[in-house]
């Protein structure tokens, strides 16, 4: 069971920002890069392609990290350290995709991607520090 | 080692932030955004004495960082590598040229009673990213 994201952790991540995402390698090291990102309740919803050195390092190590400044302010930050508890896939991840490229793009995606192509992590959080709001 | 292109580099000296991951005593990561630069050979970042990135790069020196090209933001460079320098020499005089970088000319560095700046220098092992060519006009 994850905790509640903070006021200021949602009011940041519902924004156009970019969550950085890191993850483990298979060697131990840890590896980050930039995602669109949207939010359901108190889980952090991350799409992405299926065929990630991401998704493989979620599959044997679940445990990420996430880091999020406010285009327009920003520190300080929110910092996210939870699990993915669960990679969605098939339409349900198709569904993500269009979710989060309206909310970047305000515009539905020109084409629904094939299923077999997407992936969507269901994060829940196990720490979270923002800004108090 | 691994040499940097001039666009990885343009992209480290412009005022973009870099979200940096480091490794908890667990081997969870963490991340957090911190002002970088760079020195012509290592990624320099800056931090703070008891701040959790320099106790966790003390116990392991693996790194990663990823920074989005803030005037083109479908441009991103992601580099893995390691820290083979964390030092207070010069630390706040690096400290306070970062802050005229992201804050402006007139920018004046803040001051916390107690605590050091620290430049972490790091060694690039890895690099990937997305339109790492020249930025369009």
Known sequence: MGIPLSAGAKRILDKHNFAHIATIMPDGSPQVSPMWVYRHGDEVMISTGVDRQKTRNIKRDNRVAISISDIDQPFPPVQIRGRVVEIITGEAAVDGFVEVTKKYTGNEPANRPPAAERVVYRIEADSVVAPNE | ?137
């Open chain 2, 1 to 137: 080692m691994i040499e940097l292109s001039p666009e990885h580099i343009r992209l480290l000296r412009e005022p973009n932030l870099a979200h940096v991951a480091t490794l908890m005593k667990d081997g969870r990561p963490q991340t957090s955004p911190v002002w970088v630069d760079f020195d012509g050979t290592h990624v320099l970042i800056n931090t703070a004495t008891g701040r959790q990135k320099p106790r966790n790069i003390e116990r392991d020196p693996r790194v990663a960082l990823s920074i989005v090209d803030r005037e083109w933001t479908q441009r991103y460079v992601e580099i893995r590598g390691f820290v083979v320098e964390v030092t207070t020499e010069g630390a706040f005089e690096h400290y306070a040229m970062l802050a005229r970088k992201y804050a402006g000319p007139d920018a004046k560095p803040r001051e916390v009673p107690g605590e050091s700046r620290l430049i972490v220098r790091i060694e690039p092992e890895h690099v990937t990213g997305m339109n790492l060519g020249p930025r369009p006009a």
